[in-house]
């Protein structure tokens, strides 16, 4: 990608796309993995993680040290930059925000994630915990959020 923002072709003998982003140095890559090796790999290019093991069922305690282990795949990698660390978080508000959020929940899990299997998705499944549901759902996952460091 920052090739094609450079204006450089994509392929040998077509043009540039375009047009090219008006950020010096393109537009920063944040990576969304979770895993250790994801994470190293991530600290050789990106600017940052957005961790989406967190958007169901929010945990600050688990963000929190997840975060820790982006900062140290950061350090490993000999960076002394601060990485950008974020995380999704899908709710619903209305007159029966659970609902709501179950039932779009059951549709993504049921057309992606089945796709590829329960057993090496990310995601919890629909049917499993507290979701971020209702104004006090989404005020504590985003305090949360803040606490564990995300931005």
């Given at each position: 990608?920052?090739?094609?923002w450079?204006?450089?072709?994509?392929?040998?003998g077509?043009?540039?796309?375009?047009?090219?982003?008006t950020?010096?140095?393109?537009?920063?890559?944040?990576?969304?993995?979770?895993?250790?090796?994801?994470?190293?790999?991530?600290?050789?290019?990106?600017?940052?993680?957005?961790?989406p093991?967190?958007s169901?069922?929010?945990?600050?305690?688990?963000?929190?040290?997840?975060?820790?282990r982006?900062?140290?795949?950061?350090?490993?990698?000999?960076?002394?930059?601060?990485?950008?660390?974020?995380?999704?978080?899908?709710?619903?508000?209305?007159?029966?925000?659970?609902?709501?959020l179950?039932?779009?929940?059951?549709?993504?899990?049921?057309?992606?994630?089945?796709?590829?299997?329960?057993?090496?998705?990310?995601l919890?499944?629909?049917?499993?915990?507290t979701?971020?549901?209702?104004?006090?759902?989404?005020?504590?996952?985003?305090?949360?959020?803040?606490?564990?460091?995300?931005?």
């Amino acid at each position: 990608m920052r090739s094609v923002w450079a204006q450089e072709p994509p392929v040998e003998g077509h043009f540039p796309v375009g047009p090219a982003p008006t950020q010096s140095g393109g537009i920063p890559l944040v990576a969304g993995v979770i895993g250790p090796k994801a994470l190293a790999r991530a600290a050789q290019w990106a600017v940052g993680v957005t961790d989406p093991a967190h958007s169901l069922h929010f945990d600050a305690e688990a963000l929190a040290a997840q975060r820790e282990r982006v900062i140290a795949a950061w350090q490993a990698a000999g960076r002394t930059d601060r990485p950008h660390f974020s995380a999704p978080v899908w709710f619903a508000l209305g007159p029966d925000p659970e609902h709501q959020l179950r039932e779009h929940v059951k549709d993504f899990w049921d057309e992606e994630v089945g796709a590829v299997g329960d057993d090496v998705s990310y995601l919890t499944t629909p049917g499993t915990g507290t979701m971020n549901c209702g104004a006090s759902g989404l005020l504590a996952a985003v305090n949360g959020a803040r606490e564990a460091g995300t931005r």
